[in-house]
């Protein structure tokens, strides 16, 4: 078998999120292939725990795979303050005399988003509603990489890379079978500091709420990235009690369109045409979302990545631009809408550089800055 019927055999997808399969993904011509370090969402740290400990194993992936699909560039982003991780890399791109390269970026959030990391390693913007493969670039989660390494060895995907951390006594990077309950999860963190927590799982950002009712049913699956177990009265617990007619109650009555969100959007600032505030300004005018959908402002909801920032971090009002882009999404896609790009070439803001929001700042509006000052080091 060749390198990517290994990958397939071993049925590797991708570990940073979304869980597209590794081999339909690397199905292409590539001049960049992109390891993506960065491991934004605050309060996780598996990631950072492979660069440091596993950094051979993610060199020999990424020389595997730039070989079986002559890409020519191999770059490694994580952030600049990651001292550790990239002296591990380093040490291990000299010792197996690989062409890797190290792009050190800022700290800011989201800086592990695809086409925010294109755009800050090559230069180059992904159209708007694209893919990386767009502009010639292909990104992978340092995890996905990792498992494309033992992919190699002839070892399937079955074991997941994930932090638990939060109100546990021992917050930890675990290393599980899928199907691990993750309450047995929490236990080899040390257990939970209080008999009353909420969970989350992902990270503080992007990741989803588990409902109380449905965590005894909850297992690690392939694309489970963090459990974060916070506080049962928390911003985390409070905001998933927000159902769709409240948010949008909220969005008519209380948008000031200040165009905060707008303004910090990621996608925004690299040119993409979606302004949330104008969204929010079609929601305040009422009826029913299901009728706005031919709306040209209402369809670049599409566009959004869902990263939060709007409302955790721009929004001062407390709104959920986010998740109201979400609900369009969803209308969007069951209604057979696609968003229909217009010109071939985009512009990031000239504002974009002053506008990166800050990671720290981001974890203290979302409630979590404690935890993401944690050191992790404790691996099961």
């Not at 019927?5 to 292939?33: D, M, N, W």
């Not at 993506?36 to 595997?64: F, S, Y």
């Not at 910090?264 to 040119?271: A, K, N, S």
Request: charged share 20%.
């Amino acid at each position: 078998m060749d390198l990517i019927q290994k990958i397939e055999a071993a049925g590797v997808v991708g570990c940073g999120g979304a869980g597209f399969p590794t081999h339909r993904k690397l199905s292409g011509t590539f001049e960049y292939l992109i390891a993506n370090g960065a491991e934004c969402e605050p309060c996780l740290r598996h990631d950072r725990w492979l660069m440091k400990n596993k950094a051979r194993e993610i060199v020999q992936a990424m020389d595997a795979i730039a070989a079986e699909l002559n890409i020519p560039r191999a770059v490694i982003a994580l952030k600049g303050h990651y001292e550790e991780e990239a002296a591990a890399l380093e040490a291990a791109i000299a010792s197996l005399g690989s062409s890797v390269t190290i792009h050190r970026m800022e700290s800011f959030y989201p800086a592990g988003d695809e086409q925010t990391m294109v755009y800050e390693v090559t230069g180059r913007v992904v159209p708007p509603a694209g893919i990386p493969a767009a502009v010639g670039a292909v990104v992978d989660n340092v995890a996905t990489l990792y498992a494309v390494y033992e992919a190699m060895q002839g070892i399937p995907f079955t074991k997941k890379f994930l932090t638990v951390t939060g109100e546990v006594n021992a917050p930890s990077v675990l290393h599980v079978p899928v199907g691990t309950p993750f309450r047995t999860c929490i236990e080899l963190a040390g257990g939970a500091k209080s008999s009353e927590y909420f969970v989350v799982t992902g990270g503080p950002m992007m990741g989803k709420p588990v409902p109380p009712e449905e965590l005894d049913a909850a297992v690690v699956t392939k694309t489970t990235g963090g459990i974060l177990v916070l506080p049962a009265d928390g911003y985390h617990a409070r905001a998933s009690q927000l159902n769709v007619k409240r948010m949008l109650s909220r969005a008519k009555s209380a948008c000031i369109q200040c165009s905060n969100c707008t303004q910090l959007c990621p996608r925004h600032l690299l040119g993409h045409p979606l302004e949330p505030h104008k969204i929010m300004r079609r929601m305040a005018m009422g009826g029913d979302p299901k009728d706005m959908l031919d709306d040209p402002v209402i369809q670049s909801a599409a566009l959004c990545c869902e990263c939060g920032i709007c409302e955790v971090y721009a929004c001062p009002m407390g709104l959920n631009p986010r998740k109201i882009n979400a609900i369009l999404k969803g209308e969007l896609r069951e209604a057979g809408i696609r968003y229909e790009r217009k010109g071939d070439s985009w512009t990031p803001s000239p504002e974009r550089e002053v506008r990166k929001a800050p990671t720290d700042k981001v974890a203290a509006r979302a409630g979590v800055y404690r935890y993401n000052k944690l050191v992790i080091d404790r691996f099961v």
